[in-house]
């Protein structure tokens, strides 16, 4: 597993999913808020490796502005798009990776670790990727897939009275929660968490005229479960490639 790779893949997360104000499925079109994000993004890319490797930086500078720049201008807004436009931009990041060899090594923080200090700061990186990816990131995924579904809902079905953003939050919780536990070798507290879950929202929305929001609201929780475990297959895998090395 490339540390160079990992280095920029939780850049890209960071930038893309949560230091970013506008909606990452749809960045605001300007100019500058697309340069300002895409230098945000190479900054922290610079600050990970620990190097100011000028060809690096600049194709990274390109590469996360024409992306940005072509899901603003170019791509339909979707799930298909977005998560064409992020398999590519990952793909560019691999491609970078494979490019510059010598970028970790030569960094600041290469030359100065080695040994189990090189694999510790290795899978700290594998393990803030996949949290990066499996709660702020999934829930974007999440939204743009049940959007169709979203608009279908009448409006007296939407719930009344709660929190704002609360189901985002409620989202990032359970989904971090399902990777603590894998990750910990707990998994079959996984089911009492979804358990839990289903008593305190099917309680209130057990009645049929709540049918479509009770299906709404199963397809939601068994996609943010599945990639919380998908999430957590990929950075066990990604945690034993490094023990491996």
């Excluded at 506008?22 to 900054?43: C, F, K, N, Q």
């Excluded at 691999?94 to 040994?115: C, D, I, M």
Aim: hydrophobic share 50%; net charge neutral; aromatic share 8%.
């Amino acid at each position: 597993m490339s540390p160079t790779f990992l280095a920029l893949l939780v850049a890209h997360l960071l930038g893309e999913f949560v230091l970013r104000r506008d909606p990452p499925s749809r960045p605001e079109g300007a100019p500058i808020p697309l340069l300002l994000h895409a230098a945000l993004v190479t900054a922290l890319s610079a600050l990970l490796l620990g190097t100011l490797n000028a060809w690096l930086l600049g194709s990274l500078l390109l590469v996360h502005s024409l992306s940005d720049a072509s899901r603003s201008h170019l791509l339909p807004r979707g799930p298909r798009s977005f998560l064409g436009e992020q398999g590519v931009r990952l793909a560019l990041l691999a491609g970078l990776a494979w490019s510059f060899p010598g970028a970790w090594e030569t960094g600041l923080w290469g030359s100065q670790l080695t040994g189990d200090a090189l694999r510790t700061y290795a899978q700290v990186l594998v393990v803030t990727a996949g949290i990066l990816a499996t709660v702020p990131a999934a829930g974007v995924v999440i939204g743009l897939l049940l959007e169709p579904l979203t608009r279908e809902l009448e409006e007296e079905q939407s719930p009344a009275g709660g929190l704002r953003n609360g189901g985002r939050y409620i989202g990032w919780l359970e989904r971090g929660l399902v990777l603590i536990l894998y990750l910990s070798g707990q998994a079959s507290g996984i089911g009492f968490v979804l358990a839990t879950k289903s008593i305190l929202r099917f309680g209130e929305i057990k009645d049929s005229e709540h049918r479509k929001l009770a299906e709404f609201i199963l397809i939601g929780t068994f996609l943010s479960f599945a990639l919380a475990l998908s999430g957590g297959l990929l950075t066990e895998w990604a945690l034993g490639a490094i023990r491996a090395d």
